[in-house]
């Protein structure tokens, strides 16, 4: 919270609220740090989830605290949902009008994005050694299930790595929208939400309120980057092995996803909208870069579209990136992995006595990751049916509660409908709001980290 404060100072913003909550968040890890013994093990499986889980619950808590104590958020529930929103990179807003946010809380929003969007738990698995905790644990965690692995012998190293990384492509992006013409504190806030897929923008209308192609086309490169297996950039940038990353199928499984939907969209848009070509082209491969991304910026205001590109945007959601990157949803290799596993039991059915093995790429796939698989889709639908009949509860519609679960689950941000991108989450009941600040953590965390804490098998001894 320092830099948003000193910012705010040199520009003369109120700036007791960051003076407060660095005091509060200053003083209560302290506190902690005192109290705490030193551990000198490395963290159990189910240490380093209880932990994931905490460190995430309190970026949120003690991260709403300027915004619960400047006079634009009404009650706790609202700062605790933007917090939520920044730090899951969802994107999500209760603020019908952003622009009137002093300078230094716009900062603190786009931050939260940039920190959310490589992790606050890589960030701590560089810290937590230097206090005696290894960082295996929690590395295995935050990436549970996705097809993730080290890139150097020790995790600090890895996370180190990682971070030079996210920084460098965060610098390359504000020096790209400053050469186009941007101003700096606005390239800097929109450099820090869409190389997070945060999509916290400092405009009411989003990137749309530039009105340039270019800035525009910079935002789409680096969006789609941000959406790539982190573990190929390092061998990019760093290795120069360039044929190993070309050739990782889940990339081209996502470059290929996000080529189809443009030209479906596009057509749409051209068709049934009745769109010039050139403006089709350029708001289809925006949007559908933004929201496969989990990024939310927004060129056009899509909730005026027919509804068949709305759809198509609403399965994207569920999509996301690759794993190992910024972004949320389900990720594209669990994706391709149901589509191979769904042919193998249609070949099954015909071929009773066949034995078929499942791959990505050349790597086999073992059962028990499979059987993994379908279980975290199971568990994620789930989760997302009984969110949406929470919704419900509180007299939110159908379509409403399934776009706002969506876009707030899987880490998009605008939704659909009275959530869409010309509207905000700032009318929905306060219960509401806490349904959905919860489904952001779980979508972050890919749902069994935070929801094997519920489990009785979890606390047992």
Known sequence: MTAPFVYGLSRGDAS?????????????????????????????????I??????WAACSLFGCLPFYLSPYYPNFTDAFFEAASGFTTTGATILADVEVLPHNLQFWRCFSNWLGGMGVVIAGIAVLPLVGIGGMSLYQAEFSGARSEKLRSRILETARALWK?????????YLALRWVGMGRFDALCHSF???????FSTRNSGIAAF???????????????????????????????????????????????????????LLSLIIRDAYAPLAALRYSIFQVCSIMTGTGLVSENYGNWSSFPQLILLALMFFGGCAGSTTGGL?????????????????????????FTIRLGRQAIPEHTIQSLLNLMYLAFLTYFGSCLLLSIYG???????????????????????????FHYGDLPMMAKW??????????????????????AFWRR
């Not at 990384?165 to 992006?173: N, P």
């Not at 994706?335 to 769904?342: A, H, P, R, S």
């Not at 409403?400 to 959530?419: H, R």
């Open 211 to 265: 009105d340039s192609l270019a800035v525009e086309c910079i935002v789409i490169i680096f969006m789609l980057l941000a959406g790539v297996n982190f573990t190929l950039h390092y061998r990019f940038w760093v290795e120069r092995r360039f044929q190993r990353v070309f050739s990782d199928v889940e990339l081209r499984f996502y470059l290929m996803v996000a080529s189809i939907a443009t030209t479906v969209v």
């Open 435 to 456: 349904v959905l600040s919860f489904c952001m953590v779980v979508g972050r965390l890919e749902f069994y980290t935070v929801l094997v804490i519920f489990s009785r």
């Open 50 to 55: 209880l932990l994931i889980v905490a460190v």
């Open 396 to 422: 939110i519609d159908v379509f409403m509660s399934i776009s706002a679960v969506a876009a707030c689950m899987f880490n998009v941000g605008p939704g659909l409908d009275q959530v869409g991108p010309a």
């Open 165 to 173: 990384i996210y920084f460098g492509l965060t610098v390359a992006l």
């Open 193 to 199: 939400s869409a190389l997070g897929t945060g999509g």
């Open 331 to 355: 990720k594209a290799s669990r994706i391709l992995m149901l589509i191979k596993v769904i042919g193998r039991e249609f070949k099954r059915m015909v071929e009773r006595r066949g034995v």
């Open 16 to 48: 007791l609220p960051f003076l407060y909550s660095i005091a509060i968040t200053g003083i209560t890890g302290g506190l902690l740090f005192i109290f705490s013994g030193r551990l000198k093990s490395e963290l159990t499986q189910r240490e380093g």
